[in-house]
Each structure stands twice: as structure tokens, then as C-alpha cells.
């Protein structure tokens, strides 16, 4: 059973230059977890950030949620980067990839 996280946030103004480099070091680090399957992040026009995060299960994403360095950026994006975030962590149901021709 494959474990989605996805987060949505939005930064503080004048807060990038400090936040990209967290943010790679965060993706390396969860990118290196037992159990990753991969993760997505975009920047909507309007600002809002989604990054999207899988892992094969339930033990693999929480050993991921309480990774000691994880929880430190955790800790600074609340005090210092996120204007706001919200993060939804559900069990995938049905997951196929289809590859389509190109035409």
C-alpha cells in the first residue's frame, strides 16, 4: 500500500533565498529513505508551493515524517519560511501508469 504526502504551502515574502536550499537538502535526504518512490514539487502562478511525496508504506513515510533532520526543517519552515502549509497523508488506492504514443 503506497503512502501519499502531499503539501501545500506558501512562503514568506523575502524568505527564498533560504528556503531553496532546505528544500533540496530535504528532497535528497527523503530521496535516500528506505521505501521512496519518488516526489513532485511545483509553484503554482499564484505562489502556492504542492510538493507530492510516495512511499511504499505506512513505516517508510513515518520514518520519513520523524527523520531528525526533517523535523528540524519542519521546525524552521514554521518559524521561518511557511506563511502558511497544509499536509494531508493518505493510503493510495489505485495507482496504474498508462504510457501514451506519441502521435
Not at 12 to 28: F, I, L, Q
Amino acid at each position: 500500500m503506497t503512502i501519499v504526502t502531499v503539501f501545500r504551502s506558501r512562503l514568506r515574502p523575502g524568505v527564498e533565498g533560504a528556503y531553496e536550499p532546505v528544500s533540496r537538502e530535504m528532497s535528497r535526504v527523503a530521496s535516500s529513505m528506505e521505501g521512496f518512490i519518488d516526489q513532485k514539487s511545483y509553484v503554482a502562478p499564484d505562489g502556492e508551493r504542492v510538493t507530492v511525496v510516495r512511499f511504499r508504506d505506512r513505516e517508510c513515510q513515518r520514518a520519513w515524517a520523524q527523520h531528525p533532520e526533517h523535523v528540524a526543517a519542519q521546525k524552521r519552515g514554521r518559524e521561518e519560511f511557511y506563511f502558511w502549509y497544509d499536509i494531508s497523508v493518505s493510503e493510495e488506492t489505485y495507482g496504474r501508469i498508462y504510457e501514451c504514443p506519441v502521435s
